[in-house]
């Protein structure tokens, strides 16, 4: 749904200079331009506040009592839910579903995510550097339209390349009555989310290394630094910053992304089966609330940490 | 050149053209079998025709599902725009007491309770408030979810604006909601189209929220219904298929080119799915 779009060039909130404030210190609402006064500012601040509460607070503390509870959708536990106490805590962490669709998801983050996109996104920048521009322009094209085509366009698109009968893959490779889905089900989709969302981590490093001295570029060149000298010593140290942040923002996404439902349903037999997928098919699927609830928390709660994280190194990285 | 040097090249356009592949492969049965008289799922060139299309305005949930699409869109768009640009500009003008905390918290917040991880609680309220199957309930809950964002977007936008405007309008004697209507919102105009092309795009494209909170197929944007045509049981019909989801695709392709030629798809102005 949301995600917090700020670049790592944003300012950060509440840190922006205050224009008006040493000019006109006297007055409480010196900032205040138009003369809005902070009654009319409030009412125009509640609104988009109430939304918020209701549909996007509420729902995440109301998920630590539902967790605590046997909550169903029908039957004797959705007329009166009990508190069960931690039990869904214990019984997830004992449940060999959850910790595989556990495990399933590091193996997703850290191959589609921290390997694949973030390593393609930074090949396709740096080979982008000394291609014509029409070159150029394609590649960032097609990197962008996997980027911006709807998931479920991009999933059929994927199910259809990688058919057993029929896909493309297959014909290409001569590899007739390969069921790649069913074969290499998590292989699949790190490769499909490698494709996807490889954009932002191109637009990012093409931002960072814009911030890369090119005279820093050329003495090394002159002194004689090969390529991967000049990545290691020059490049790298000016564009950590943005690696970090990239590296934290697609993990939170990946994380989160319900792509893999669309392509396999998290089959065959929860080989595919991500966390998110997991949530939907015990949660929404078997009606098992409380417990999904349980298992959302916890998602909630490794989102805190990723965007703490995130939110900290912006703050580190301002002078 | 010499031979290393000439070796060095291959590789790099060897390397690039790979690429290129990996990116395109995918894509190309999008533009090709829409276009096929006996669309497979392989890729290849179509003996051209537009039946397709055909198929698809007689079916009875395509078209309509576009519509549902749009209307979802067109709804979170205003409500978030809306209500969103009212709030940046607050924010970014007046001090309220505690704003700086509440920033911080809008923006830890759009980023930890995404629709996935907090997929179950939305559900459980929608139910309760009963609006389960209610294309309002899909409206309010994308809207709560894209406002933090969205609120950051225009704060931004608005931060860099000068006060100055403002400042002379009302030396003139204008009055403050005089000033936001002719002053205010025609210099922040670009903030404000960003972020309705960016609630657009993120709506058009969003499966998961309509797919837990609507049941019937007559109410359902076109994420849903696509998904519904190539999982039902029986053969897919692959015409049908293709050539939705090439209709449903061009307006995020032409928003994406709109944005990109008047702004530039730069690290700037913050869209992102």
Redesign the interface.
């Known amino acids: 749904m949301a995600q917090a779009t700020s670049p790592p060039t944003d300012r950060e909130p509440g840190r922006e200079p205050e224009p008006g404030r040493g000019r006109a210190s006297a007055a409480a609402g010196a900032d205040d331009a138009a003369g809005l006064g902070r009654v009319r500012a409030s009412a125009f601040v509640v609104p988009a506040l109430g939304l918020v509460g209701v549909f996007l607070v509420f729902p995440a503390i109301w998920t630590l009592y539902l967790g605590l509870t046997n909550f169903r959708l029908t039957g004797v536990a959705a007329a009166h839910p009990k508190v069960v106490g931690l039990d869904n805590y214990t019984n997830a962490l004992g449940d060999p579903g959850f910790l595989n669709s556990l495990w399933l998801t590091l193996l997703y983050v850290l191959g589609s995510a921290v390997v694949g996109q973030s390593v393609l996104g930074f090949v396709v920048v740096w080979l982008m550097r000394e291609a014509p521009r029409a070159v150029r322009t394609t590649v960032e094209t097609l990197v962008m339209l996997a980027w911006i085509l709807p998931s479920s366009v991009v999933s059929f698109l994927w199910i259809a390349m990688l058919d057993r009968d029929a896909g493309t893959l297959n014909a290409l490779l001569h590899t007739p009555g390969t069921a790649w889905l069913i074969s290499h089900p998590l292989l699949s989709i790190i490769v499909f989310n490698t494709w996807r969302g490889t954009a932002f981590s191109m637009l990012l490093y093409s931002a960072a290394l814009d911030g890369v001295p090119p005279s820093q570029l050329e003495s090394a060149r002159l002194a004689g630094a090969s390529g991967w000298q000049q990545l290691r010593d020059v490049v790298f140290p000016h564009i950590r910053g943005h690696l970090l942040t990239n590296l934290l923002l697609i993990s939170l996404w990946t994380f989160n992304d319900f792509a893999p439902y669309l392509i396999t349903a998290g089959g065959p037999n929860g080989a595919s089966e991500t966390l998110p997928v997991f949530v939907y098919q015990t949660a929404i699927s078997d009606g098992r609330l409380g417990f999904g609830s349980a298992i959302s928390l916890l998602m909630l709660l490794i989102n805190l940490v990723l965007a703490v994280g995130y939110l900290r190194l912006l703050r580190e990285r301002r002078p | 050149m010499t031979p290393a040097q000439w070796l060095r090249r291959l590789g ?1 356009y060897l ?2 053209v790979l ?2 592949a ?9 533009v090709f079998a829409p276009f096929d008289r006996t669309p ?4 290849s060139l179509p003996a051209w025709t537009l039946h397709n299309f055909a198929t698809l305005a007689d079916n009875p949930y395509a078209l309509r599902s576009l519509g549902n699409s749009v209307l979802l869109a067109v709804g979170t768009m205003v ?1 978030v725009t809306v ?2 640009a ?2 940046a ?3 970014s ?4 007491p505690g ?6 918290a ?20 929608i ?1 309760q408030l009963n609006l389960i199957d209610s294309q309002l309930g899909v409206v ?10 969205a ?3 225009m ?2 936008f608005m ?1 860099t604006t000068p ?2 405007y ?2 002379s ?2 030396v003139f004697g204008a ?2 909601l005089q ?2 209507r002719d ?2 919102v025609p210099v922040v105009r670009p903030g404000i189209a960003t972020c309705a092309v ?1 609630t657009v ?2 709506v ?6 309509p797919f ?1 909170l609507l049941r019937s197929p007559e109410k359902s944007p ?3 219904v ?2 519904t045509f ?1 999982t039902e049981g029986g053969q897919p019909n692959l015409g049908l ?1 293709s050539a939705f ?1 090439l209709l ?2 061009v307006p ?2 032409a928003m ?1 080119l709109f944005v990109n030629r008047r702004y530039g ?4 102005g ?4």
Request: charged share 10%; net charge positive.
């Open positions: 790099f390397v690039i690429i290129a990996f990116l395109a492969l995918p894509v190309l049965w999008l497979t799922l392989a890729t409500l209500l969103g009212l709030a500009y607050a924010l003008r007046v001090r309220i704003r700086d905390g509440l920033l911080y809008l923006l830890l917040l759009s980023s930890i309770v995404t629709g996935t991880a907090a997929m179950v609680p939305i559900f459980l309220l139910y309010l809950v994308l809207s709560g979810g894209l406002l933090p964002a609120i950051f977007i704060k931004d931060d006060r100055s403002e400042e309008a009302r009055g403050p000033i936001l002053v205010v960016w795009v993120n058009w494209g969003n499966f998961l929220t837990i076109a994420a849903v696509l998904y190539y298929i989801s449903y695709s995020v392709v994406y798809f730069r690290f700037h913050g869209i992102k799915r």
